[in-house]
């Protein structure tokens, strides 16, 4: 059984350039797990900044979306807790643990793990603002001389958090190195409210391991759905019944990518989706034969029709 009204026990993990209305639907239609936004900064989202409003208008979506929120102001995140509800979203989720120095220079993120009295009156203002509920997402803490994750989720707690997120790196490790576990771990232990874990998972027995061992209410796995969104339905559908679904033949990954590439036009523009479409085309093809002089010819293209063409033949090349 999941906790409070999520599908599943398996989350997206928020992504900033990548979770977008796009990518939930790619990963919506491979089946199982929950689906957050990119974070959306709070003070864009007052100013109706058109680019963050768009992050956070979730409500012609047919499936829940969790919405991240950044900032530093209790204020503004109150003001931005009720505009994000009216937009659709599911719950809210603060992003205590971003290490980019813009968000962290601008007192955000996991430089909040610094400054919990201020991290507190956020959680709290959030709260009050909106019947949502609202989740936090933090760090194993700000670097090795300064693990704070355990203090910090019992201050979300009491706080009125109904949930935490832990990415088991410190800030200072930004994404290298191996998460440690065992921290989730110490965390779940230290509180009543559920617990998500977060790092390194990139498999259904991964998961399995990460909930058994330290007793988590939920996964959470980024990097690895990149190029890969069966990932979340993989993890979930093993979770449920024991059995792990097949990978993705190179025909599904074919048309994955299509669809993808297809949904990145329409809701960016051909200009602005083919773009982003770059990234999410290298993931896809990272495994398959001769990526890198795919991906050189890729980068260079401009239209929706020039890129179908590619993949179409590319494919043609790969099956062969
Ligand atoms: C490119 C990129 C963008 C990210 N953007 C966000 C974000 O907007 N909000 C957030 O809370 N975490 C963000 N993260 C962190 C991920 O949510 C996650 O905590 C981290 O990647 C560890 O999980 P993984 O080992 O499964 O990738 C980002 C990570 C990457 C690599």
Known sequence: MSFLNFDSK???????????????????????GNLISEMAA???????????????????EPYPV???LVGNSPDLFADAAKL??????HSIDINMGCPVKKIINNDSGSALMNDLPRAAKIIEATVKATPLKVSVKFRKGWDSEHVNAVEFAKMCE???????????????????GVADWDIIGAVKNAVKIPVIGNGDIDSPQKAEQMLQKYGVDGVMAGRAVLGNPWLL??????????????????AQIK??????????????????????????????VKSLYDAKRFREQYTKLNTLQEAEDLINQYFLRVES
Not at 84 to 89: E, H, K, N, S, T
Not at 158 to 172: C, L, M, W
Not at 260 to 272: A, S
């Open 255 to 284: 048309e994955m990518m299509l669809k993808h590439l297809r949904l990145l036009v329409e809701y960016y523009g051909e200009r602005g989706g083919m773009a982003i479409s770059r990234k999410h085309i290298g993931w896809y």
């Open 42 to 60: 709070i003070n864009a989202i007052q100013r109706k900044n058109p680019k963050s409003w768009q992050i956070a208008n979730v409500k012609n």
């Open 10 to 32: 398996v989350f997206m993990a928020p992504m900033a350039g990548i979770t977008d209305a796009p990518m939930r639907t790619v990963l919506a239609s491979c089946g199982g």
């Open 233 to 250: 339905n993989r993890i979930h559908h093993y979770l449920q019944t024991g059995e792990i679904p097949d990978e993705p033949s190179t």
């Open 84 to 89: 994000v509800a009216d937009l659709g979203a």
């Open 66 to 68: 969790v919405v991240q």
């Open 158 to 176: 009491q706080s009125g958090a109904s949930y935490i997120t832990v990415h088991g790196r410190t800030r200072a490790q930004g994404y290298s």
